[in-house]
């Protein structure tokens, strides 16, 4: 069964750092390309960063030079290192693997909350 | 950048009815559109892609319709486990950048 697990999101103060993991199983890891998709509460979607297979990385203009997505394939492992964090970051942080231009699966999320 | 706009914001049904959500792109993506359900506190799963296929699993109620700019979900008959929001996602090539549309909420009348 494929699985995704996100962990790392938590309560941490504006300006801060925070990096969320992500633990694939039930497929082959390196083959697909991986995103990090968020929602604030009670809002809507919004894609926050991708990697493909080969490394390369992209981002929106909203998070673009203070998120940086990575990963680890021998650890079946996807990481988001989240910088200068804005109150406007708050959300639930989900991974999910790519399937051509699509998401399936997600993870079931990890909540960040950026708030002094 | 292309803009996904979802209709109606909010459809308020009965279970056996039928379902039809819009969205609308503001540029063609041809056929490069997918749909997604979520329900509350889970994640979104998978409905829809390339516009009109299902994904591994979902139920023949579900299907979508379109190209270009216009596209449609349709729910033949309303089961009571697909009240539900429902979002649109296309991926623009270059840059490679994806969009959601803002979502449209399936309620029980």
């Known amino acids: 069964e494929v699985q995704l697990v996100e962990s790392g999101g938590g309560l941490v103060q504006p300006g801060g750092s925070l990096r969320l993991s992500c633990a694939a199983s039930?497929?082959?890891?390196?083959?697909?390309?991986m995103h990090w998709i968020r929602q604030a509460t009670g809002k809507g979607l919004e894609w926050v960063s991708a990697?493909?297979?080969?490394?390369?990385?992209f981002y929106p203009g909203s998070v673009k030079g203070r998120f940086t997505i990575s990963r680890e394939n021998a650890k079946n492992s996807l990481y988001l290192q989240m910088n200068s964090l804005r109150a406007g970051d708050t959300a639930v942080y989900f991974c999910?693997?790519?399937?051509?231009?699509?998401?399936?699966?997600w993870g079931q999320g990890t909540l960040v909350t950026v708030s002094s | 950048e292309i803009v996904l706009t979802q209709s109606p914001a909010t459809l308020s049904l009965s279970p056996g009815e039928r379902a039809t959500l819009s969205c609308r792109a503001s540029?063609?993506?041809?056929?490069?559109l997918a749909w997604y359900q979520q329900k509350p506190g889970q994640a979104p799963r998978l409905l829809i892609y390339?516009?009109?296929n299902r994904a591994t699993g979902i139920p023949a109620r579900f299907s979508g319709s379109g190209s270009g700019t216009d596209f449609t979900l349709t729910i033949s008959s309303l089961e009571p486990e697909d009240f539900a929001v429902y979002y649109c996602?296309?991926?623009?090539?270059?840059?490679?950048?994806?969009?959601f549309g803002q979502g449209t909420k399936v309620e029980i009348k």
């Open positions: 996602q296309q991926r623009s090539n270059w840059p490679p950048t994806w969009t």
């Open positions: 990697i493909g297979t080969a490394g390369d990385t």
């Open positions: 039930g497929f082959t890891f390196g083959l697909y390309d």
């Open positions: 540029q063609s993506v041809s056929s490069s």
């Open positions: 999910a693997r790519g399937r051509g231009n699509w998401f399936d699966p």
């Open positions: 390339d516009a009109s």
